[in-house]
DNA sequence: TGCCAGGCCCTCTTTAGGGCCTT
């Protein structure tokens, strides 16, 4: 995506999200069981979304017990396509950010496209930019992370709404540390989306240009 | 009980392999 396009959307307004699903990969039959969302304006959380939804397929037991989402509750839940098409109405006109975003990307896209709907913003990946700015992590898990930088958490993993937290605490942090590290007064999301897909080697001609 | 996928990224690389991440 051009970054002139992801300029069409405010800066300082974005939505970090995170699905829980039945597997890895939408191609393979898995779909949607959570999604968690948190609305960043200005620097803040100022909005959040959580819902179950029933996939209307078999939540296999290691997910069940990974998540905590059982079979029983996501039959109480209403349908992806219900759920999804609140989403669409939360994100609409925003960016998104996510942890190992071409997961969550993949998902979203799928579950849009049952629903015959698109999104059309940036995407952008804390992974890739943890990557590029904590260098002493000693891995770029969402935990490991979490812990590594003290960032505020409950002690819960897996449950889209508390990762979709932690990822918000953790992109606020990383805007923080690239603006200390760098001198920068400003980071637009154009410019955490273009450092994402930035070699590591070529970091530094990225960084001169912002200056 | 995750073995499934896919993109990133490093290196003993580029005519490739394998670890890291996500559920």
Not at 83 to 93: K, L, R, S, T
Not at 97 to 118: G, M, P, Q, Y
Not at 160 to 184: I, K, M, N, P, S
Request: some cysteine; proline content about 3%.
């Amino acid at each position: 995506m051009m970054l002139l396009e992801l300029h069409r959307y405010p800066a300082d307004s974005l939505v970090v999200f995170d699905f829980e699903t039945t597997g890895l990969s939408p191609d393979m039959g898995d779909r949607a069981i959570e999604i968690g969302a948190v609305l960043i304006e200005n620097g803040r959380i100022t909005d959040r979304f959580q819902q179950l939804m029933n996939p209307g397929i078999r939540i296999p037991l290691f997910i069940e017990n990974l998540t905590g989402i059982t079979n029983a509750m996501a039959k109480e839940s209403r349908s992806n396509a219900q759920v999804m098409a609140d989403f669409y109405e939360f994100i609409a006109g925003r960016n998104l950010v996510a942890h190992n975003a071409s997961f969550d990307e993949r998902f979203l896209r799928a579950e849009f496209k049952r629903i015959k709907k698109t999104f059309s913003g940036g995407i952008a990946c804390s992974l890739l930019a943890s990557r590029r700015i904590f260098h002493d992590a000693p891995n770029h898990q969402l935990a490991t992370l979490a812990s590594y930088k003290n960032l505020p958490t409950e002690g819960i993993y897996h449950r889209a709404l508390a990762d979709a937290e932690v990822t918000a605490h953790l992109w606020l942090r990383l805007l923080d540390e690239l603006r200390a590290q760098q001198g920068f007064t400003q980071l637009s999301f154009g410019f955490m989306h273009q450092l994402t897909k930035t070699p590591k080697h070529q970091l530094r001609k990225l960084y001169a240009q912002q200056r």
